[in-house]
Structure formats: structure tokens, C-alpha cells
């Protein structure tokens, strides 16, 4: 089983700046896919930004070139870094790691973390 801890959300004003932080328990962080989903009210979830194990990104669009996806595998934790902040990314972010074995696909979600961009 793998905890996911997230960290770093809160009120932000538009055009500032938060990291968000998700600290997972287990050995075997290098080996999964990281990746934060958020979900505003009355929405679905939705991808945000993904990294793979050997650390290549995804974003997505409405993000792209605004937020940075990184992982730090000796930590055993995964950043999110958003700049220039909208309304738009009000949201609850969650943190999402994804392992796969002979044994099959396991997934795994965070807490969330509250994001609010708002003047």
C-alpha cells in the first residue's frame, strides 16, 4: 500500500504562484507514474500534468508552459510548480501514483489539497 501526502496548496491572488508537494511512503517511488489531477466543483477530474518514471512530462493544455511537473526520487516526492495563476485553476488537487507489476496495475490517490486563486 502507498500513502500519498499532499502539501503547499492555499489562497493565491491571480497571476502568483504556488508548489504543491506529495510525499509517498514505499521503496519503490522510482518506479512509478506521478501525476496530479484536480477537480473544481460541479467538474470532472482532470489531468493535470503527468511524469513517468524515467521523468519525461505531460501537460495539460490549459497548463502547458505554466506549470512544471518534477520528481525528486530520492525524497520520494513529486512537485507541482504553478505560475501565473488563474480563477480558472480553482480547484481541489490530488496527487496520483501509478504502479505496474507482473503482478498488475495498482493505483493510488492523495487527500487532495485546496487551490484558490482569487482577489
Known amino acids: 500500500q502507498v500513502q500519498l501526502v499532499e502539501s503547499g496548496g492555499g489562497l493565491v491572488q491571480p497571476g502568483g504562484s504556488l508548489r504543491l508537494s506529495c510525499a509517498a511512503s514505499?521503496?519503490?517511488?522510482?518506479?512509478?507514474?506521478m501525476a496530479w489531477y484536480r477537480q473544481a466543483p460541479g467538474k470532472q477530474r482532470e489531468l493535470v500534468a503527468a511524469?513517468?518514471?524515467?521523468?519525461?512530462?505531460n501537460y495539460l493544455d490549459a497548463v502547458r508552459g505554466r506549470f512544471t511537473i518534477s520528481r525528486n526520487n530520492a525524497e520520494s516526492t513529486v512537485y507541482l510548480q504553478m505560475n501565473s495563476l488563474t480563477p480558472g485553476d480553482t480547484a481541489v488537487y490530488y496527487c496520483y501514483a501509478e504502479s505496474t507489476s507482473w503482478s498488475g496495475k495498482f493505483t493510488y490517490w492523495g487527500q487532495g489539497t485546496q487551490v484558490t486563486v482569487s482577489s
Open positions: 511524469i513517468t518514471s524515467t521523468g519525461n512530462p
Open positions: 514505499g521503496s519503490s517511488f522510482s518506479t512509478y507514474k
